[in-house]
């Protein structure tokens, strides 16, 4: 029996999560499913730049995790482009930190931080907003692992790498 996937952190939901070959219908498309860690990967290492060490930390894995998961990211992303498949971002092992909402009315998109939602859109006032991370199925697991984040273990951890807290041995 394999170990459980531990979840990764990721900094806010995609905004669209579907993307095709402009000249051919979805439904005649062989489908390729890259999860929401692998979205970040992609994010982190080729988008902002960062070296697989930074990013390995801003989700909260090992380097050696982060370099599978990019690579694995990477080959979807080439079949994507070189076969012409359909490219649908879901699933993973994930928390978001923050949030993406978006006014029904305006169409505005502005970040939150998770669990600090807005009541109203910041540039008309519309009390009609959509919850981005809500629909990955996420809002009050996200809410409590950041909670979590930074507790007793955190600390403990810290102490112990550089041996000058109170729990030195």
């Known amino acids: 029996m394999s170990r459980p996937k531990n979840n990764r952190i990721v900094y806010t939901p ?4 579907e993307f095709k070959p402009s000249i051919v219908q979805g439904k005649e498309l062989q489908n390729i499913f890259l999860t929401i860690d692998e979205f ?9 730049g ?12 090992s380097r050696p995790t ?23 971002i ?6 978001f930190t923050n949030n993406i909402i978006q006014c029904e009315t305006c169409g505005y998109y502005f970040e939150s931080e998770i669990g600090k939602s807005p009541d109203v859109c910041p540039k ?10 809500g629909g990955f199925g ?12 930074g ?17 030195d041995r």
């Open 90 to 95: 879901e699933g993973g092992n994930f928390h």
């Open 50 to 61: 960062l070296s697989h060490l930074e990013a390995a930390k801003e989700m909260s894995i």
């Open 66 to 88: 982060f370099s599978r998961l990019i690579s694995k990211a990477r080959m979807k992303m080439a079949d994507f482009i070189v076969l012409g498949r359909l490219l649908t």
């Open 40 to 48: 970040e990967a992609i994010r982190l290492a080729d988008h902002a």
């Open 124 to 133: 008309c006032s519309s009390n009609q907003l959509r919850n981005l991370a």
């Open 138 to 149: 996420h809002g009050n697991c996200c809410i409590q692992h950041n909670h979590k984040k």
């Open 14 to 17: 995609p905004l669209f999560t």
């Open 151 to 167: 507790g007793r273990y955190a600390r403990r951890k810290q102490n112990r790498a550089g041996r000058d807290g109170p729990n």
